[in-house]
Structures are given as structure tokens and as C-alpha cells.
């Protein structure tokens, strides 16, 4: 059952998709979440979770790469309190995709995005509807919704 979770690229990348309350999540992002490195990352804001959330977690060769956790309740999916290391483009490229995928049918979907990751979320199909002081919320540009829930029909 676990493998039907599991998306490979090219690459060797996993994307491993996770409920909010597995067990198995705590092994592949605790030791990140816990770090003062990346807590710094998250402007020291602590990583949540709950049955409500969806992670997407990007993992090579047994080493965790990112995480794009979502909370999917009404209707609405929010991605919040992400992290990649390094800020790999393609790491997010990979989450963001296979988030959208998945998604898309189901949830409208928005991002509470650093203003530093504004560009890469955009480069990604997204678009701002609101800014903050260090935030933005960003929302699918109708482009890139159209096209994932017209693709993912036919299949």
C-alpha cells in the first residue's frame, strides 16, 4: 500500500506522500524539523502537523531533500512551513508538481510562501493574490489549474 505513495524521477528522487499522523513521518523529517538551521529557515516558526496534513516529502539515496506539508480541510489545500535544502529549484519543482497532481481535483490550493521563495513558486505556476510584511499568499494561475485537472481527467 505505502509503495502506491511512493513517485520516482529520473533523477533517483522519491517523493514519498504521507498523512499528517504517520509514524513514518517523524523519521523523515524530525531530525529537520528539530534543527536550529532550519527553524531559522522557517523564520523560527515550529513545524505543525496534524490528520488534517498532507506531506510531500522529497528523499534520495535515504537523505530527506524537502518537504511541502499541506493542510487540506473545506476545500482548501495550504501549503505552509515548507522547507528544501539549499533551495533547490528542482527539489521544489518536484514537491510542487506532485502536489498539484494530486491535489488539484479535490482542493483549491494556495501557498503561504516566503517572499524569497516568490520567484521559484512562480516559476511554478503560481501567482500572488496577497502580500504581507514577509509572506505571500500565492494561488495556481489559472493556466496551470486548468491544465493539471484537464490532464489528470483524461487519465
Not at 515550529?46 to 524537502?66: F, I
Not at 473545506?74 to 501549503?79: D, H, P
Not at 502536489?99 to 479535490?106: E, F, G, H, K, T
Request: net charge neutral.
Amino acid at each position: 500500500m505505502e509503495n502506491k505513495n511512493v513517485n520516482y524521477t529520473k533523477t533517483g528522487t522519491e517523493v514519498i506522500k504521507l498523512e499528517g499522523d504517520n509514524p513514518r513521518l517523524y523519521y523523515l523529517v524530525a531530525h529537520l524539523a528539530m534543527n536550529e538551521t532550519v527553524l531559522a529557515y522557517n523564520l523560527n516558526y515550529p513545524y505543525k502537523t496534524s490528520p488534517e496534513h498532507r506531506w510531500y516529502v522529497a528523499s534520495k539515496d535515504g537523505e530527506t531533500l524537502g518537504f511541502l506539508p499541506v493542510r487540506c480541510r473545506e476545500g482548501l489545500g495550504t501549503i505552509n512551513n515548507y522547507y528544501v535544502v539549499n533551495d533547490d529549484r528542482s527539489v521544489f519543482a518536484l514537491l510542487i508538481r506532485e502536489l498539484m497532481w494530486d491535489l488539484s481535483a479535490d482542493y483549491i490550493v494556495e501557498a503561504v510562501v516566503h517572499l524569497r521563495h516568490e520567484e521559484i513558486f512562480a516559476a511554478n505556476g503560481f501567482i500572488v493574490n496577497l502580500w504581507w510584511k514577509r509572506y505571500a499568499r500565492m494561488i495556481p494561475s489559472q493556466t496551470m489549474w486548468n491544465g493539471l485537472t484537464r490532464k489528470k481527467n483524461q487519465t
